[in-house]
């Protein structure tokens, strides 16, 4: 996708997921879980409806479900193979930020699983994805799957995407929203990382919040 020409209704959806989830950040420590708190900074994401089950595909064809990655920290990115700019960038900077953060600390980052999924089923093959993801990194996953799998897995994580420009010699672009997701080991949301902003600014997130 390109961010210069974000139709608006993107914007507006953007908008109101990010309110929405301004809203339950500030609304985490409700009166239900008083007891429980802890001294903790909560994380921008806590309590948010963000991510949960998806049943999807990897490069070789076997089924992923979400429950997979019990005990790992999850960085989830959605997008498509064929996308010319914002996908290839946000991801190389993701990984670039993992990498940054594992030279510093070895032990934390090889609790962190980064996955990507597309939201161009139609196009991203199994092997197709699986290529994609090996080209950044070997620890990448790449998921795929058929529309209604792919579409239940983008609706759990607040993602949109449509279909969007034709471009010469029969393409297409996809529009979608560009959201690097960081998940807890138990799949709860904690934070999004600033791939926009850099590897650097991706790895001291991740410091933050991946023990
Ligand atoms: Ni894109």
């Not at 806590?46 to 997979?68: C, H, M, S, Y």
């Amino acid at each position: 996708m390109n961010r210069d020409a974000m139709p608006s209704r993107y914007l507006k959806y953007t908008a109101a997921i990010v309110a929405s989830i301004a809203l339950t950040a500030c609304s985490a420590p409700s009166e239900d879980s008083a007891g429980s708190e802890t001294a903790q900074m909560g994380a921008p994401l806590e309590g948010a409806d963000i991510g949960g089950p998806f049943e999807l595909v990897n490069k070789d064809g076997e089924t992923v479900v979400w429950d997979d990655f019990e005990g790992k920290y999850r960085i989830v990115y959605f997008g498509f193979t064929y996308c010319p700019d914002i996908c290839p960038n946000d991801v190389q900077r993701t990984i670039r930020g993992l990498n940054m953060f594992a030279q510093r600390q070895p032990e934390r980052a090889s609790r962190v699983q980064p996955i990507f999924i597309s939201v161009d089923p139609e196009r991203d093959t199994p092997s197709i994805v699986g290529e994609f993801a090996a080209a950044f990194s070997d620890n990448l996953i790449g998921l795929t799957g058929s529309h209604e799998q792919v579409k239940q897995a983008a609706d759990n994580f607040r993602i949109y995407y449509e279909r969007g420009q034709d471009t010469p010699g029969g393409g297409y672009l996809v529009d979608h929203s560009a959201i690097v997701y960081l998940f807890g080991p138990a799949g709860e949301p904690l934070a999004t990382l600033p791939a926009d902003q850099g590897p650097e600014a991706v790895a001291a997130e991740l410091a933050k919040w991946v023990s």
